[in-house]
């Protein structure tokens, strides 16, 4: 027996249950960004294993005057946000590496470049962020099919079980 356009009830449940939990994720994260943290998604393995390409991290803002060797910071580098870890403190800056790399970042981290330090690490969870950035098009195309069919299927009577 088929019910709705869905499937049977335990598809549907499901779905409410994965719809939960997609609010609870949503909410924890408007929270955490309106007390400062800020979520990225890792593009480049140079902080492997700590990071790996795909995770999401979560930062809040750091005190300059605070960081410590061994941290791991998020930082403006010609634009580009990047997460290193505290190699040194220097006067003039923080003298940051990659912990997959082989030699010191060019350059140091001024105060006005330190964006924030990191403070959780979910691997493989940003891997759909990058996706849907790399290929906006596609994700755009799937978006507009799900409503379609969704759409279609409201239209007509699929409330009615089918024998």
Known sequence: MVYGCFGPKGLRLLMNRWQWSGH???VVLVLAWILGA???VV??????PSLAPGSLVM???ADYDNVQVGSIICFDRGGQLVAHRVKAIRGYGL???GDNNSSLDPGTVGREDLKGRVVTVIPGIGWPILLIRAFPLV???LVALVFAVRFACHSRSCHKTIG
């Open 59 to 61: 930062t809040l803002p």
């Open 43 to 48: 593009r480049s393995g140079s902080m492997l």
């Open 139 to 141: 994700f755009g195309g």
């Open 24 to 26: 609870v994720v949503l």
């Open 38 to 40: 800020r979520v990225y």
């Open 95 to 97: 003298v940051t590496q």
